[in-house]
């Protein structure tokens, strides 16, 4: 029943800028925390981010830190990754999920983020 379409991913240039979003269903979304994580090829899920409920406190990942802003629209069922000064180790597919992420089963497609010149 849960499930989450993640979009706005592309290739982008060191130092671009993209914004993805979640679309959630299947589940009282303002009322869970959510989570951004990532995978680069041939790694493990990596924790990028997370924002509470209401959407007013966040946490990031160091690799991240000032430059992606985590944030939600609790109306819409959206959750958004704003990221600018792109470098080349973002490159992953990105996935959105519930503040429990490590226990989730229901993961949608993710969205391709590549970061190349």
């Known amino acids: 029943q849960v499930q989450l379409v993640e979009s706005g991913g592309g290739l982008v240039q060191p130092g671009g800028s993209l914004r993805l979003s979640c679309a959630a269903s299947g589940f009282t979304f303002s009322r869970s925390a959510m989570t951004w994580v990532r995978q680069a090829p041939g790694k493990g899920l990596e924790w990028v981010s997370d924002?509470?409920?209401?959407?007013?406190?966040?946490n990031y990942a160091d690799s991240v830190k000032g430059r992606f802003t985590i944030s939600r629209d609790n109306a819409e069922n959206t959750l958004y990754l704003q990221m600018y000064s792109l470098k080349p180790e973002d490159t992953a597919v990105y996935y959105c999920a519930p503040g429990n992420w490590k226990t989730f089963l229901t993961w949608g497609q993710g969205t391709q983020v590549t970061v190349s010149s």
């Open positions: 924002i509470n409920s209401g959407g007013w406190s966040s």
